[in-house]
């Protein structure tokens, strides 16, 4: 065996040695924890300009890391474009993500953002079980954007925004997956990098008078790593372990994860209203079945690009 090879072995020895339920809670807590303080760097930087520097960041660690390009040597061209596609994606995702919550609290923009993952779930599996889903779901985000809707309409129009985009993702990255050639980690690399040349045109003239400002450059780094590789990775590494019912019935604590952290970092103390919509919207990502594993028998799975989706995509996590 190579040395290369004994190295890979060693590190994924050392990675089961960690219970896969602690590198959720790592991803969990980093996913939202990011954009906490990305809030706290508008004060410098406008939210594109964040938004930049967090996607910028993220491609030079994984090109550094994973250099992409060297799988995508032997992907065909249709991958190629769903590559393509997807980096565009998340570039219009993360500034549409950025600039609602620059406008909307953390657990609200959060809750919004998993209508689309059951509204997925129930088209790809009429069950009664998966339209209870969607139902609980609608009435959540229905009461979240009756909370203060006069003055910040535009915030909830770029949180919806931001779930359709989302929804594009999950099946962008689902085809991704199954491309012959392409791991999942190497796919969301390669995307990233593309979204970083696609970002430029949205915030790159934001963020240019900011470029010699090392504490805004080095903020946007911290967001971008706490934000788009440390959860991706440990979601990686929480998938491989975890039965795919047990990961998506995690995944629904996301929207109360980032209603903490909105608390404990921004000081946004949600309302009743808003707590009532948060666990209307966590209720349904728990009763919500998973299209991938209906019929399947549960079985562990590799990680990938898909992250923190209930509607588990096979294979493949960004958010973001």
Partial sequence: MSGSGVREQNRTMRSRTVPPQAYFAGSAVFHY?????????FARVAPAGVAWLRIVSAAIVFAAWRRPWRALRAADRATI????????????????????IARLPLGTVSAIEFLPVIL???????SARNYGALGLAVAGVYVLTRVQLRGVALGFGLAFANAACFALYIVLAHRISRAPGLRGIDGLGAAMLIAALAITPLGGRV???????PIAVGAGI???????????VCDQLAMARLRRETYSLMVSLLPATATVVGLVVLGQVPTVRELIGVCLVVAAV???????????????????????????????????
């Fill in 222 to 232: 911290g967001v971008g790593i706490s934000s788009s590789v440390i959860p991706y």
């Fill in 120 to 126: 997925l779930a129930a088209v790809g599996l009429r």
């Fill in 81 to 100: 474009r769903l590559v393509i596609a997807l980096g565009v994606v998340l570039a219009v995702m993360n500034v549409c993500f950025y600039e609602a």
């Fill in 207 to 213: 963020v240019a008078p900011h470029l010699l400002d």
């Fill in 33 to 41: 924890l990011g954009p906490a303080f990305a809030v706290l760097l």
């Fill in 286 to 320: 728990a009763v919500h079945r998973d299209v991938t594993t209906a019929g399947a028998a549960p079985r562990p799975r590799p990680g990938g690009a898909a992250g923190r989706v209930g509607l588990r995509i096979p294979g493949t996590r960004p958010s973001r």
